[in-house]
Structures are given as structure tokens and as C-alpha cells.
């Protein structure tokens, strides 16, 4: 993983250089062509970190500043962490790694602590279902047999409630990624 390293002096840098190659990590002091970066340590103002070049790339901040404004600035413009200088390279080490693990569970598994969302167990089968075949339409017959199961003895009719259900659990707590939606005189689908 690739560290790029602003604004830290040279010696500073060096040693946690040493340290950080234990751990596979690269650091460089000037953008590098054709490396990506993971993430950026700087002691720049937060108002410039976090924006432009750097807009989409995790950021700590090791700062001589210690007032609580620029902290909290920092932080506003999507600081990962804040530390006031002097810091021993072994710290920064420490919370870097911290936060390049966290930025790779990020990419792997979307944000950290979702909503949590309670579907009943017929929701959820019914949910799965229309997951596994967007875009395909399924009658009320069709999800009862494909998704609840073949020996379901209630009425068709409950599959609206499901699905109603499904609705309004799911509206405002995930990323809209996909919606169910009803396909007139067929049944329900699930679109992306």
C-alpha cells in the first residue's frame, strides 16, 4: 500500500519509513506517476486537504496545530484522525495501518456499521428472490412457490403485505441501489 507523506519533516519521515516497510507500506514525500495512493498524511490546513487531487483518498492529519477549531475543521473536511505534533513514528504507524484497514474493509464491505434492517423471514426469502433475477418479473404465485415455499397454505394476497413491508423497511436505511417495483397485471421485480 502507498502512503503519500506532505508536509512531515525528513527525518520524521525516514524513520517511519523504516518502520512502515515491515508492514508493506510505501511512502512517498512527492506524488508518484503511476503508483496509487492509499492514503494521505498531511499537515496541511483542512480546508485544502480532502479536496481536488485528493478529494477521493483517506487522510490524516499530524499537525502542529492544537486548537479545537482546527481539529474540528479538520475533521468536517473528512479527516480519519487528527494528531498534534511531535508524534513518535510508531504511533503514526499504528494509526495509519488502522486506517488502511479500515479503508479496505470499506471497499470490500461498504460502510462500517450499516443500518440495520429486521425483515420478517418470509420478507427476507422474498427479498432474496427478487435479488437473484432483476429485472424479471414474478407473479404473486411465482414469489409464493420460487421464494416462501410449496406447501404455503395462506392467501396470494399476502405477498402484497411482504412486499409492503420489504418497502418500507428498506426506504431511507440502505444506499439506493435497487428498488421492487410492481409490474401491472404480472406481479413484482426487482430492478437495479
Not at 5 to 19: D, I, P, R, T, Y
Not at 114 to 125: C, G, M, V, Y
Not at 165 to 182: C, M, S
Request: proline letters at 4%.
Amino acid at each position: 500500500m502507498n502512503v503519500l507523506v506532505l508536509g512531515q519533516e525528513e527525518n520524521w519521515v525516514a524513520g517511519l519509513q523504516k518502520l512502515c516497510s515491515a508492514d508493506g507500506i510505501q511512502l512517498y514525500q512527492t506524488i508518484p506517476k503511476a503508483a496509487e495512493i492509499g492514503l494521505l498524511v498531511t499537515d496541511f490546513p483542512s480546508e485544502r486537504a480532502g479536496k481536488g487531487i485528493f478529494a477521493d483518498i483517506p487522510f490524516l492529519v499530524i499537525s502542529k496545530r492544537d486548537k479545537e477549531e482546527d481539529i474540528l475543521a479538520a475533521f468536517a473536511a473528512g479527516a480519519e484522525d487528527y494528531m498534534v505534533r511531535p508524534v513518535s513514528p510508531e504511533i503514526a504507524r499504528v494509526r495509519i495501518l488502522r486506517i488502511l484497514k479500515q479503508s479496505r474493509r470499506r471497499e470490500r464491505y461498504g460502510e462500517e456499521h450499516p443500518a440495520q434492517i429486521h425483515l420478517t423471514p418470509n420478507e427476507n426469502r422474498i427479498l432474496a428472490f427478487l435479488m437473484r433475477y432483476p429485472g424479471k418479473a414474478f407473479s404473486r404465485e411465482e414469489l409464493i412457490e420460487g421464494a416462501i415455499s410449496k406447501t404455503y397454505e395462506g392467501y396470494d394476497r399476502n405477498v402484497d403485505n411482504y412486499i409492503k413491508g420489504i418497502r418500507r423497511k428498506l426506504k431511507g436505511a440502505v444506499r439506493e441501489t435497487g428498488r421492487i417495483e410492481t409490474v401491472h397485471g404480472v406481479g413484482y421485480r426487482y430492478m437495479l
